[in-house]
C-alpha cells in the first residue's frame, strides 16, 4: 500500500481523496501489524455504499424471522417455515442465500433440539409442545448477504430450558459488549465463553461466525472460545457476525452422516444459538440484523 498517494482517490471507492479517508486508517493498521496482531486486509472493510447495501438485504432478512415469529407453534413443519422465508424473501425482491449453497437444498436452516445447526427443512419435522427450535435466514440483495437467526420455543417448556435458551441470548450480549474498534476478536470469543461456562454450559468449538457482507461466509473466521489478545484485530469497516452455537451438556457434535450437514450435539443435549450481524464502527458497533 506503500504506493497510494495522498491526493489520489482512496483504496475504498469513497471518491475521496487518501488522505482525507483511509490515510491515518493504514497508518494505525501498519502499527499494529508490526506488533504483531493479525489485521484485516483492505477487500473485507465495508465502505458506507456496502453497509446501505447490507442494510436493505437487512431488511428482508428481520421481515422474515418476524413473520416467523408471529407464525411458528405446535403443529408447523419446518417445511412450512421454508415456504414462508422463501415467499416473503422472493415478494420483498431478494433471494435466499442457502438455497444451492455447496448443494444445501432449503432456503432457511432449521434446527430443533440436539441439532447444533444446519438443519434441513422437511414435511416430516412438525414442532412439538416443548421443542425449542433455530431459524436461521441468509438473505442477498444486491449481490449484499444479510444473516442471522433466532430461537423459539414451542408450547411449554421446563424453566431450565427457557433459561438455557434467554442464557445463550444474552451471551451474545455479552459478546457485543466487548466490540470495538481496534480490539482482538479473541477478547469477544473469551467473553462469551466464559459467560456460558459460568452457566454450567458449552460452547461449540469447530463451528463459528464469520466475516460476511459481499459474501456469505468471508475472512475472518470467527471463533466464540478464543483468548483475549489473540485473532484478527475489529476495525471500522469490518463486517461479521456473532452466534456462538451453546450446548446445555457438553461441546461435542457430530455432523449427519446420510444428509451431511445437520450437525447434532453428541450427547443428545439441547443446543441453542442466537446469530447477530454488526459493523465495527469509529465508537463501537452497529447492529445490521438480528
Ligand atoms: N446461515 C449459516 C451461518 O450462519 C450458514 C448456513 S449454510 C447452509 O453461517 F448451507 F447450511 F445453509
Ligand atoms: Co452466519
Ligand atoms: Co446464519
Redesign the pocket.
Known sequence: MGQIGRNDPCWCGSHKKYKQCHLAFDEKLKIFREKGYTVPEHDIIKTPEDIEGIKKSSEINRACLDYVAEHIGEGVSTQEIDEWVARITRDMGGTC??LG??G?PKSV?TSINDQV??GIPSEDDVLQNGDIVNV???TILNGYYA?S?RMFIIGDVEPKIRQFVDDVHEAVNVGLKEVKPWVCLGDMGNAINMFCKSKGYSVVEEIG??GCGRD??EEPWVSFVSKPGTEMLMVPGLCF?I?PMVNMGKHDIFTDEDNG?TVYTDDGSLSAQW?VQLVVTETGYEILTW
Open positions: 442465500a442457502t449453497y455447496e444445501f436452516c445447526c444446519h436461521d435466514c441468509t444473516d437467526s461466525g464469520h456469505f461466509h457476525t452466534e450437514w446469530e
